[in-house]
Structures are given as structure tokens and as C-alpha cells.
């Protein structure tokens, strides 16, 4: 789609080049930004020249940078302990076609921060952290849960851009995942989306929820529950008034199917099965 208010186009070297201005507008891979009417959008900072795309394998864990392209993570030998990665697989074989995953950024899908995205819960459910680079002050680093506050907001001020997530290397060895969502119609808007992580040797169990709620939450167990015990902790955890509520689905139907995924996920992880990833 063409973007008639747009009346310049930059191409940074370097964040310190730019002098952020009201109606500039950071440009990743462009899948979004293109897609639909950007009236408050004059200005358009391409962010490829930056050099932000890698991936880095450290003794802390992985880096992610913020330009890596989506189907990059499919094609990237992991070291082989790592098996919670095949989470981030997964997180790119349900978002979209590979015509799109093959232009889409991970850092863009993030901080679009729909509540159908599929990085959020992944690397809600790995306890990633964000690091974030300013064009006044030093970088900091967040919690991938406490990044997004509702439906396309987050805690990014202007001026400010993800620069890379990083993933600790012990939230990725030893763990077995399982990622499952559910949508109105099989390839359509995810209603309700849950990334498992479940580590056998210390029983430990991570739920990252997104699609129904109106931020991605993170759900943990010191050992796996039953049937009874995750209903009780999904509703103590998160209060009715956080699930999304629209004509897609209501909020009670959300839940109910939040319930389902964490249900199904758990059932993957504690048997074995490999049963369907989308419903």
C-alpha cells in the first residue's frame, strides 16, 4: 500500500544519525507498515543499514538481534542441548506464509505487539529479556513480560528501539516445549495462543499466554498440575478483565480456550504426543 503522507525517506549508519522528530516512524521489515493507512507517518527510518540482524550464540545465551529475519530462526543450527529453540521454530511456522516470514523482522513483530503475535509468548515462556538502545540515554534491559502493556502498546518511548533479545542459555537446555494456538478460522487471527516449556529433570512448567489476553502472561509451576489445580492458577493469575473482549471471540470463550491450549500443552510435554499446533 502506498503511504501518501510520507515525505521522506532515511537510512541511518548509526542510531546516533538520527534526530527524532513527531511523525517519524522506525522501518523493519515492513509487513505491517505497508499493509495499512499510516496518516501520522511523514518520515520512515529504514533500520537494514544498522547491522542489527544476528544471531549470537554466547556462554549467557542467545542473542537475537532486532533486524534478524524470521525465517532465519528456521534455518540456524542451535547448538544441540538447546531444544527449547524449536520454540522460536514454532513461533515463525504459526505466524505466517513464508513469503512474509521471509521479509518480517523478529524485533518488528514484537514491538508491533499485536495480541495475536506469536514471538510474545515465546519469549515470555523462555524468560527472555529485551534490550533497548535510546537516542538520549543508555541502553537498558526489560523483561520480555513487562514489555508489552495492551494490544499495540508497549513501554518503548520515542526515541527508543529494541535492540536484541537475549535468551538464557539455561531457559533453553534440558527444556521440551509445545506451542499451540487457536483461531475462528484455521489460518486466520489467533483468539488464543500458549508456548509451553517444561524442564523433566526439575519439573518446572512455564505457560506464556497471549491472543486472549490483553498483554502476554506467564503462568509457572514448580511441578506439573492437574486439571483442577491449572484452573484454579489460570484464574488467580489472570483476572477476567484482562482477556480480550471483541467480535472475534468474548472474553469468557477466550479464557475457556486459554485453558484448553495450557491443557493440551501440558498433556504434549508430560506424554510425549505430538498432537496439532493449530486448532
Known sequence: MDLYTVEAYLKPQSLQEINWQPGYALLAGGTWIFNEPQPHINTLVDMQQLGWAELEIAKRGLGIGAMCLQNTLLDFSFPQDWTAAELLKDAVRELASFKLSNEATVGGNICLALSASTFAPVTVALNASYEIWSLQGEPRIVKALDFQQAP????????????????????????????????????????????????????????????????????????????????????????????????????????????????????????????????
Open 152 to 279: 499495540q502498546r508497549t513501554i518503548l518511548q520515542p526515541g527508543e528501539v529494541l535492540r536484541k533479545i537475549w535468551i538464557p542459555a539455561e531457559n533453553l537446555t534440558g527444556w521440551q516445549t509445545s506451542f499451540k494456538r487457536m483461531a475462528v478460522s484455521t489460518a486466520g487471527y489467533a483468539i488464543a495462543t500458549v508456548a509451553s516449556a517444561y524442564n523433566e529433570a526439575t519439573q518446572q512448567l512455564r505457560f506464556g499466554i497471549a491472543g486472549s489476553v490483553m498483554a502476554p502472561c506467564l503462568i509457572e509451576f514448580a511441578s506439573p498440575p492437574n486439571e483442577t489445580e491449572l484452573a484454579i492458577a489460570l484464574d488467580a493469575q489472570i483476572p477476567s478483565q484482562h482477556y480480550l473482549n471483541n467480535d472475534r471471540a468474548s472474553a469468557d470463550y477466550r479464557r475457556h480456550i486459554t485453558q484448553f491450549l495450557m491443557q493440551r500443552t501440558l498433556t504434549d510435554l508430560t506424554t510425549g504426543a505430538q498432537t496439532s499446533r493449530r486448532f
